[in-house]
């Protein structure tokens, strides 16, 4: 009788070790060759599904039009506190899922004692694998900064950006730098020094040419356009985007050693830091653009590719209702909005007489302590199911790839 309940039970439990082989049902064991990590900073469940609702609003019918990662088959919870916080920064929580490993608030790939820790950029980079970063906002800032710099504070913008030329990562696209010459602007410039490091600097996607670069390649804004990106809803024609970004990177990085690429979505969090409602919407949607560039790609490379969409933690505290403004959304009183609002004082009134208009609540202007969602398709994408913290992402990335932690 034992005997037959063992082989029973071997019977139902293998199938579940080994996973499933069908990348639509989570991805199964094959090795992730092409990683796309996705981070949307700032971007809680609560944006996520409004940005569905708006959809669903502009297209006439009430529910949500779902965005293309909430259709993927394999979705997680993400808890995301620091070590010394129940509500993370952007630098704690960038730490932890490229390094593993928790630290202060304000601490940039460093734990509590400021010893340096190892992002899994540099670890799949070392194993012969090309590596891309790019992000809506400037590539000093937190989240694109955790994956190639250590600085015990994150302000620190300029030792920070030292550290880029230096990782060798073969792909970066951003919105340029916060300080490139330094607070004083009397220091050697970061463009310059990648330049001496064997990168070809491209201002703007005219002046990028059409055949492959060579080498190491960087992406920014054209000359005179330094800093973030434009939020979308205040973009030129001629602004660079994520998805811009992306298919370059994908273009530059392509070929048999496969490829790592964190691309953030990093004014998802200023606009809802605002309670900027209309502004966070768009920036999701433009995420979400770039999202469909890796996704086609997967399409092309179902067995050899994962796509990963998180955040490092929800901004804003949105609340998908407010008291006395009955059952149902009024999305279209946000359509009047027509630009960003700026971080002042003389928006404050606007931003809150529209959201009222359209039945919604903000808790706050900082980032909240809510677990965040993980979306994943592809090959080993059923690692990222179920409940974890954002420093087992890091680890099954290299589970996934076949790389040591």
């Not at 309940?5 to 060759?33: C, R």
Request: net charge negative; charged share 20%; glycine share 12%.
């Amino acid at each position: 009788m034992k005997k037959a309940i063992i082989i029973l039970l071997l019977f139902f439990t293998l199938p579940v070790i080994g996973g499933s082989n069908n990348p639509g049902e989570g991805g199964g064991s094959k090795k992730a060759k092409y990683v796309f990590f996705f981070i949307g900073d700032g971007m809680g469940i609560q944006q996520v599904s409004l940005t569905e609702n708006y959809l669903a609003e502009q297209n006439g019918v009430n529910g949500r039009e779902l965005l293309n990662f909430s259709k993927f088959p394999v979705t997680g919870l993400v808890s995301t506190y620091s070590e010394n916080a129940d509500i993370t920064c952007s630098a704690a929580a960038g730490t932890a899922m490229s390094t593993g490993s928790k630290t202060n608030n304000g601490m940039l790939a460093m734990d509590t004692d400021t010893n340096r820790l190892t992002s899994i950029a540099y670890k799949i980079h070392n194993s012969g694998i090309p590596v891309g970063i790019v992000s809506t906002v400037t590539l000093d800032h937190a989240t694109p900064a955790a994956f190639y710099a250590n600085f015990p504070d994150r302000r620190g913008y300029y030792e920070i950006a030292l550290q880029l030329p230096e990782s060798g990562f073969e792909f970066f696209g951003g919105g340029g730098f916060v300080n490139p010459k330094g607070k004083e602007k009397d220091k050697a410039d970061i463009y310059s020094l990648m330049e001496e490091k064997g990168y070809t600097v491209v201002r703007g996607l005219n002046n990028l040419t059409a055949g492959k670069v060579s080498g190491k390649l960087a992406l920014f804004q054209e000359s005179g356009k330094e800093g973030d990106l434009p939020y979308a809803i205040d973009r030129r024609n001629d602004d660079l985007t994520l998805k811009d970004m992306l298919k370059a990177a994908i273009d530059h990085l392509y070929g048999k050693n496969g490829f790592f690429i964190m691309a953030e979505g990093g004014k998802i969090d200023w606009a809802a830091h605002n309670n900027d409602t209309k502004t966070t919407m768009l920036e999701i949607i433009d995420f979400a653009d770039a999202i469909e560039i890796a996704y086609q790609f997967y399409l092309e490379h179902p067995d050899e590719t994962l796509i990963i969409v998180t955040s490092d933690h929800d901004t804003g505290g949105l609340g998908l209702g407010r008291k006395g403004a009955g059952s149902n959304f009024k999305l279209k009183e946000l359509d009047v909005q027509v630009k960003s609002f700026a971080a002042d004082s003389t928006s404050e009134e606007a931003i809150e007489s529209l959201n009222r208009a359209a039945g919604l609540g903000w808790t706050t202007n900082g980032h909240t302590a809510s677990d965040v969602i993980i979306y994943s398709t592809g090959a080993g994408s059923y690692r990222f199911s179920g409940k974890m913290d954002n420093t087992d992402i890091p680890r099954r990335i290299l589970e996934a790839m076949k790389i040591k932690f």
